[in-house]
């Protein structure tokens, strides 16, 4: 079965740091890119970061340039999100999800995404 499983995801004070992990299993995941969303509540979810198979990044929107990194850890078949100086704005339900390639190729367009998890929550609060 292919799954992708978030976790990571919590409460965190503006200004703080949080990293997500997306854990795959059912497929090898340094076949393909994985992206990183998010959907907060009211609104589209919207596409933060890609990596590709060869780990390259790319990161979206701007207002995450930055502060979130993307990385991926083949041997361990997990993709990370490091999120640092954290705003109430980035407070969203995060998902993982797996692109039908090897490169992200500039574009976080979800119908390009063929596996997702479940999310993880992320709430930005003092």
């Known amino acids: 079965q292919l799954q992708l499983v978030e976790s990571g995801g919590g409460l965190v004070q503006p200004g703080g740091s949080l990293r997500l992990s997306c854990a795959a299993s059912?497929?090898?995941?340094?076949?393909?890119?994985i992206g990183w969303f998010r959907q907060a509540p009211g609104k589209e979810r919207e596409g933060v970061s890609c990596i590709s198979s060869s780990d390259s990044s790319t990161n979206y929107p701007d207002s995450v340039k930055g502060r979130f990194t993307i990385s991926r850890d083949n041997a361990k078949n997990t993709v990370y999100l490091q999120m640092n100086s954290l705003k109430p704005e980035d407070a969203a339900v995060y998902y993982c999800?797996?692109?039908?390639?090897?490169?992200?190729?500039?574009?976080?367009?979800?119908?390009?995404?063929?596996?997702w998890g479940q999310g993880t929550q992320v709430t930005v609060s003092s």
């Open positions: 999800a797996r692109r039908r390639s090897r490169g992200c190729y500039g574009s976080m367009r979800e119908s390009f995404y063929d596996v």
């Open positions: 059912g497929f090898t995941l340094d076949n393909f890119a």
